[in-house]
């Protein structure tokens, strides 16, 4: 698969329950090998959108699509077999907060391990090997000693890069981060979001960024997907996020921490308007 090859195809995304109402209202975007964020305020569809991708949805949810397509593949129908077989393969997720998406009961080692077991007949040493080599490849010290560590015993910023280690154990070609740095202190986030852009840009991944921080966002993706209550209404270059046009990405940009700003008040979005441009209703 070249740089220039989609890795995601979706066309008309809809997501709903079974009464009838959608929560993602007919999206369409697509990516290759890049780094895209997608951002937006709480409940606007990021995550649905993200997990979606992961077959992880509830199955009180309905998904629909025209096209639905992960690695040139139709992934709509895949049964849960089928999702098993890619999840954790060729497409991986890092969660928020590894306190409670790493298992409390199990040592590193273990839960690094899993998904070599789960999809890889290796011999023992060389599983031990490969994942002590990952640990080490996300900035681990000591993985020999780390494997036998419990999750309790390492801070927020080393248990973001053992779900790291194990999103990226299998060399996926695609990989979801859903606010990964939103659990941890402010001096590490970039940290993180550096390790894990350096790293998809070492492996020739694509990267699906969900986030909050704008700022992060400019810094660390190439191009910004906006969602705002279930619709897709703005795509840009992360590099234009400050000259963004789009009113309500407007907002978004200068609702971004900023210590010179300190004491002056937020912007107000302006719903009606942001309503005016979309054709939906006010909430």
Same mark, same amino acid.
């Given at each position: ?5 989609s ?11 079974? #009464?009838g ?8 975007? /697509?990516?290759?090998?890049?780094r895209?964020?997608?951002?937006g305020?709480s ?5 649905l ?18 096209? @639905? ?9 895949? /049964?849960q077999? *089928?999702?098993?077989?890619l ?10 907060d ?23 007949s ?10 002590e080599?990952?640990? #080490?490849?996300v ?12 999750? +309790? ?10 779900? &790291? ?5 299998n060399?996926?070609? @695609?990989?979801?981060? #859903?606010?990964p740095?939103?659990?941890l202190? +402010?001096?590490?986030?970039? *940290? ?5 852009? %350096? ?12 986030? +909050?921080? &704008?700022?992060?966002v ?14 897709l ?5 992360? %590099? ?7 009113p ?12 010179d ?8 979005? #302006?719903?009606?308007?942001?309503? %005016? ?7």
């Amino acid at each position: 698969m070249t740089n220039n090859s989609s890795l995601v195809r979706v066309k008309n995304l809809k997501i709903g329950l079974e #009464d009838g109402t959608e929560l993602v209202k007919g999206i369409n975007f /697509s990516m290759g090998h890049e780094r895209v964020a997608l951002v937006g305020e709480s409940g606007s569809g990021k995550s649905l959108t993200a997990r979606s991708l992961m077959g992880l949805l509830p199955g009180s949810l309905l998904v629909q699509a025209n096209q @639905f397509e992960l690695l040139g593949e139709t992934v709509l129908s895949y /049964s849960q077999r *089928q999702w098993n077989k890619l999840r954790g393969k060729q497409v991986a997720m890092v969660l928020q907060d590894p306190k409670y998406a790493l298992n409390p009961t199990q040592n590193i080692g273990r839960q690094v391990a899993e998904s070599l077991v789960l999809h890889q007949s290796l011999a023992k040493k060389i599983r031990i090997e490969k994942v002590e080599y990952m640990l #080490d490849a996300v900035g681990l010290p000591n993985p020999a000693q780390l494997c036998k560590m419990y999750p +309790h015993q390492l801070s927020g910023g080393m248990g973001q890069r053992v779900m &790291l280690a194990m999103a990226l154990i299998n060399d996926p070609q @695609f990989l979801i981060a #859903d606010e990964p740095t939103s659990a941890l202190d +402010h001096a590490v986030r970039d *940290q993180v979001l550096e390790l894990i852009s %350096s790293l998809v840009e070492e492996r020739n991944m694509g990267l699906l960024l969900i986030s +909050h921080d &704008l700022q992060q966002v400019a810094d660390h993706c190439e191009r910004v997907l906006v969602m705002y209550q279930g619709q897709l209404i703005d795509q840009l270059a992360a %590099s234009e996020l400050s000259n963004a046009s789009h009113p309500y990405t407007k907002t978004l940009w200068s609702c971004r921490p900023n210590i010179d700003k300190r004491g002056e008040a937020l912007p107000i979005l #302006d719903r009606k308007q942001i309503a %005016s441009l979309t054709g939906g209703a006010v909430r």
